[in-house]
């Protein structure tokens, strides 16, 4: 969905997986435990135009858009961790061309902590 000709604002490192919540703590108590898909890759806070904030009003302020290389496939992955702090992927705009300057747009949304 972004073309971007020079990737110098990917600054970020990005870890894509999956909330394990099978696990439990020795007091018996439920663990959510992120969980890799894939690599690491890079990835850069996005800039909304005037009707993307529109869009995004009523979503609240704990949700920011990130761009990323383009994957074909982001199937199984639920969150994100972006530093130490773990992040619900809320929506995926794929871009459509397949090409070094394609970029995915994704949606992530703050949760209250890593066994949130």
Not at 46 to 66: E, K
Not at 67 to 84: D, P
Request: with cysteine.
């Amino acid at each position: 969905m972004v073309q971007l000709q020079n990737p110098d604002r990917l600054t970020q490192k990005i870890q894509f997986g999956t909330i394990n919540d099978q696990d439990y703590d020795i007091n018996g108590a439920l663990n959510n435990t992120f969980v890799p898909i894939g690599h690491v890759t890079l990835c850069g806070r996005w800039h909304l135009s005037t009707g993307q904030v529109l869009q995004m009003a009523g979503i609240g302020s704990d949700n920011f858009i990130v761009i990323c290389h383009h994957r074909s496939s982001y199937e199984g992955i639920t969150h994100a961790q972006l530093g130490n702090q773990i992040y619900k992927v809320t929506h995926i705009e794929l871009d459509s061309f397949r090409n070094q300057t394609a970029y995915d747009q994704i949606t992530l949304s703050k949760v209250g902590d890593q066994n949130a």
